[in-house]
């Protein structure tokens, strides 16, 4: 199993580590049952994500998912936020070993479970096509 | 500074073994079932091989068949049992929570094929005890199959005791040695083992070569058919510079036993020492029943992958039983056999070493590895729920 340079790149110098207080979402996704859990902070002004900030347990490719997700939907409007696609945060990275592929259906669902949390936050309605679809709960992926 | 602390995954060639091993491939390469003069050469080296390994674990040269390493030896060893027990309706097997997969996979088939197989628990310190065996042996108990040390905590087992009791209910007893064998003593004679599987390259020898042993008299089932090789027990042009290498590598770690035992332990010890000063870090595994190289802690909040990689970086090589390297979701069958849950068992961290590793190495390990640890820490929220709690 190799990673890629850019994989080591973010896993060795993560982006936006850290935790935002008050934010405006927070979601939390992945289990200690299969070693990997990411929580994802959103500061949101006027729909605009103007500061995102994330903690990780995990392997190598979930702090890299996490750090390259964090870039990929900071300065971004909700709704460019929530086209995020784990397939994009895998290309971003140059790739992920196939084993490795659920660490970026991770940050995916982190994204959208932070959005989630936002949108209940307003009490506001997420678009049902938004919603998060597995919560990244692992336990269904085994 | 480079240091190799993943001895229990395998470790370098010994000059000596090495040594050994060259003019195999280029003077002595014949075959040694070969009639002329280059293959008889070969077949010399196969017999004092041979001869080596016996004298060595206290067996008769008859009583080894060579392998291409442990897992082929645990599967035949099973096997054999099997068969020998399916003959006479006993279809009974006795062995471990925390065997290596060579051993639990070929009993997963066993059972598949009608097998009943008690998995004995081997508790907090990562021992099974001797009262369980006794308890768990049946009339219908075809084999007792216990790890001499184990491949991830290092727990040495009670396997002169469980002989002993095995020899005296009358039931057939194997160990899977890979992890002991040049590291501690081996007598299979005086520890009463029927069948003992060991592996070349984890004292320093060649990859590829192993030893099946097996008592004289009991009926091996081959599992590799072809050629009359091993006395058509094992099938294949013997790999004789592998084997070769294999003979002289034992040969210098018995040898060298009795100074490398406590020097080992030393660099262990204060390894271990150092590790626990850290905060949240536990030993996995009895502490004194223990292979000398092995040092096994679960660093507490984070995962394992990520903390090999940072130590990779900075030039130390060891392994984990987190989920992330074994290419499952599930962390280590050993360690959540010990009781660990599942976060601790994710953040496990093996360092096994070896008579190479140095004093000044251990230094390095113990000064590398707390600021990647706090460094982890401040990016993990296991780590900072369980401070919250706390």
Same mark, same amino acid.
């Given at each position: 199993m190799l990673y890629s340079e850019k994989v080591m790149d973010h896993f060795t110098n993560p982006r936006n580590v850290g935790e935002?207080? $008050?934010?405006? #979402?927070? &979601?939390?996704v992945g289990n200690a049952k299969c070693g990997d859990i990411?929580? +994802?902070?959103? /500061?949101?002004?006027?729909?605009?994500?103007?500061?995102?900030?994330? $903690?990780?347990? #995990?392997? &190598?490719?979930?702090?890299?998912?996490?750090?390259?997700?964090?870039?990929? +939907?900071?300065? /971004?409007?909700?709704?460019?936020?929530?086209?995020?696609?784990?397939?994009?945060?895998a290309e971003a990275l140059d790739g992920l070993p196939p084993v490795k592929m659920h660490c970026s259906v991770l940050a995916e669902e982190g994204v959208r479970m932070a959005l989630l949390d936002y949108y209940t936050k307003r009490g506001e309605e997420m678009p049902e096509e938004c919603r998060p679809k597995c919560g990244g709960d692992c336990s269904e992926c085994e | 500074?480079?240091?190799?602390?993943?001895?229990?995954?395998?470790?370098?060639?010994?000059?000596?073994?090495?040594?050994?091993?060259?003019?195999?491939?280029?003077?002595?390469?014949?075959?040694?079932?070969?009639?002329?003069?280059?293959?008889?050469?070969?077949?010399?080296?196969?017999?004092?091989?041979?001869?080596?390994?016996?004298?060595?674990?206290?067996?008769?040269?008859?009583?080894?068949?060579?392998?291409?390493?442990?897992?082929?030896?645990?599967?035949?060893?099973?096997v054999t049992a099997a068969n020998?027990?399916?003959?006479?309706?006993?279809?009974?097997?006795?062995?471990?929570?925390?065997?290596?997969?060579?051993?639990?996979?070929?009993?997963?088939?066993?059972?598949?094929?009608?097998?009943?197989?008690?998995?004995?628990?081997?508790?907090?310190?990562?021992?099974?005890?001797?009262?369980?065996?006794?308890?768990?042996?049946r009339p219908d108990t075809a084999l007792v199959t216990v790890m001499y040390a184990n491949n991830e905590i290092g727990t040495i087992q009670p396997i002169t005791e469980i002989g002993a009791l095995c020899k005296e209910k009358g039931v057939l007893f194997?160990?899977?040695?890979?992890?002991?064998?040049?590291?501690?003593?081996?007598?299979?004679?005086?520890?009463?083992?029927?069948?003992?599987?060991l592996s070349a390259h984890k004292f320093h020898g060649p990859k590829g070569a192993g030893v099946f042993f097996v008592r004289r008299g009991i009926p091996i089932s081959a599992i590799i058919e072809g050629g009359a090789q091993e006395r058509g027990k094992r099938a294949g042009t013997e790999n004789i510079p592998a084997i070769v290498g294999m003979a002289a590598a034992l040969q210098e770690a018995c040898d060298n036993m009795a100074v490398n035992m406590p020097k080992v332990q030393?660099?262990?010890?204060?390894?271990?020492?150092?590790?626990?000063?850290?905060?949240?870090?536990?030993?996995n595994g009895d502490r004194e029943n223990r292979l000398p190289g092995n040092v096994n802690v679960s660093v507490k909040g984070i995962e394992g992958e990520s903390l090999l990689?940072?130590?990779?970086?900075?030039?130390?090589?060891?392994?984990?039983?987190?989920?992330?390297?074994?290419?499952?979701?599930?962390?280590?069958?050993?360690?959540?056999?010990?009781?660990?849950?599942?976060?601790?068992?994710?953040?496990?961290?093996?360092?096994?070493?070896?008579?190479?590793?140095?004093?000044?190495?251990?230094?390095?390990?113990?000064?590398?590895?707390?600021?990647?640890?706090?460094?982890?820490r401040s990016m993990s929220p296991v780590w900072k729920r369980m401070k919250e709690v706390k």
């Open positions: 935002i207080e $008050n934010a405006d #979402g927070v &979601g939390e990411m929580k +994802i902070f959103l /500061k949101i002004d006027d729909g605009i994500i103007t500061d995102v900030k994330f $903690n990780t347990f #995990g392997c &190598g490719a979930a702090i890299a998912t996490s750090s390259i997700a964090t870039e990929m +939907i900071m300065g /971004k409007s909700i709704d460019e936020a929530l086209k995020l696609t784990n397939k994009a945060v | 500074m480079n240091v190799y602390a993943d001895n229990a995954a395998t470790t370098r060639v010994s000059k000596a073994a090495l040594d050994s091993m060259l003019p195999c491939f280029t003077e002595t390469y014949g075959n040694a079932s070969s009639p002329h003069h280059i293959g008889q050469e070969a077949a010399k080296l196969l017999i004092a091989s041979r001869k080596t390994i016996a004298d060595l674990i206290g067996a008769e040269p008859s009583e080894i068949i060579f392998t291409s390493g442990g897992s082929e030896a645990d599967n035949q060893a099973l020998l027990g399916a003959k006479k309706g006993k279809k009974h097997i006795i062995s471990t929570k925390f065997e290596h997969h060579a051993i639990l996979h070929t009993l997963n088939k066993l059972e598949k094929e009608g097998f009943e197989v008690t998995y004995l628990d081997v508790y907090e310190n990562g021992v099974v005890r001797l009262e369980d065996v006794e308890k768990a042996i194997h160990t899977d040695a890979v992890q002991a064998a040049g590291h501690l003593p081996i007598n299979v004679k005086e520890q009463n083992i029927d069948m003992l599987s030393a660099l262990r010890d204060k390894l271990i020492d150092g590790l626990l000063k850290m905060d949240e870090v536990i030993l990689m940072m130590l990779d970086i900075q030039g130390i090589c060891a392994s984990s039983g987190s989920a992330c390297t074994s290419g499952s979701l599930d962390p280590s069958h050993v360690l959540l056999a010990i009781g660990l849950i599942h976060e601790v068992a994710h953040g496990s961290l093996r360092l096994s070493l070896s008579e190479y590793n140095t004093e000044e190495e251990i230094d390095y390990i113990l000064e590398k590895l707390p600021p990647i640890v706090e460094r982890l």
